[in-house]
Antibody, heavy 120, light 107 residues
Framework: EVQLVQSGAEVKKPGESLKISCKGS????????IGWVRQMPGKGLEWMGI????????RYSPSFQGQVTISADKSISTAYLQWSSLKASDTAMYYC?????????????WGQGTLVTVSS | DIQMTQSPSTLSASVGDRVTITCRAS??????LAWYQQKPGKAPKLLIY???SLESGVPSRFSGSGSGTEFTLTISSLQPDDFATYYC?????????FGQGTKVEIK
């Protein structure tokens, strides 16, 4: 069974760093891209960036370039999203999702989401 | 980067209604277009991929059409479980963009 399991909810203060994770199982982790999506409270879905764990090819949305870092450790089938200095505006639900590297390149499995709350 | 414009933002409909949601891309994306359903507190669920391919397990009342820059999601007969928010997404070249979402409400 394909699963993407994300790390648990986080409560942080502004200025703190954070790294959340997304662990894949039930499929070949290095053959699928992993994308990250932000959903602020009551708002829509925003694409942040994507990584191909097979060779660490990483692409960012212009809106998030320089604001976050996406990485992956293929030895443990886990992708990461990290911040070096959180802001209150980073409060949101964050989802990971996998995308097939071969046609039809569908994005079919999503993690359950990680809620990040940034508050002083 | 590619922008996706989705309309309407809110739609009020009754059970049994035929519902259509439209998505327009700022440039051609061929057929690299997906539709998702999201319910409160849940991750998005894939309904349609490659513009018109129905994801396994998704009821056949959902259908997608279009190519290039104009796309449509149709629900042929709205069911109580379909009241949710729907998003289009382009995924050309492993770069994604979502539409703003359409909330389907009970009339």
């Amino acid at each position: 069974e394909v699963q993407l399991v994300q790390s648990g909810a986080e409560v942080k203060k502004p200025g703190e760093s954070l790294k959340i994770s997304c662990k894949g199982s039930g499929y070949s982790f290095t053959s699928y891209w992993i994308g990250w999506v932000r959903q602020m409270p009551g708002k829509g879905l925003e694409w942040m960036g994507i990584i191909y764990p097979g060779d660490s090819d990483t692409r960012y949305s212009p809106s998030f370039q320089g604001q976050v870092t996406i990485s992956a450790d293929k030895s443990i089938s886990t992708a990461y999203l990290q911040w070096s200095s959180l802001k209150a505006s980073d409060t949101a639900m964050y989802y990971c999702a996998r995308q097939d590297s071969s046609s039809p390149r569908k994005i079919d499995y999503w993690g359950q989401g990680t809620l990040v709350t940034v508050s002083s | 980067d590619i922008q996706m414009t989705q309309s309407p933002s809110t739609l009020s409909a009754s059970v049994g209604d035929r519902v259509t949601i439209t998505c327009r891309a700022s440039q051609s994306i061929s057929s690299w277009l997906a539709w998702y359903q999201q319910k409160p507190g849940k991750a998005p669920k894939l309904l349609i991929y490659k513009a018109s391919s129905l994801e396994s397990g998704v009821p056949s009342r959902f259908s997608g059409s279009g190519s290039g820059t104009e796309f449509t999601l149709t629900i042929s007969s709205l069911q109580p479980d379909d009241f949710a928010t729907y998003y289009c997404q382009q995924y050309n070249s492993y770069l994604w963009t979502f539409g703003q979402g359409t909330k389907v409400e009970i009339k």
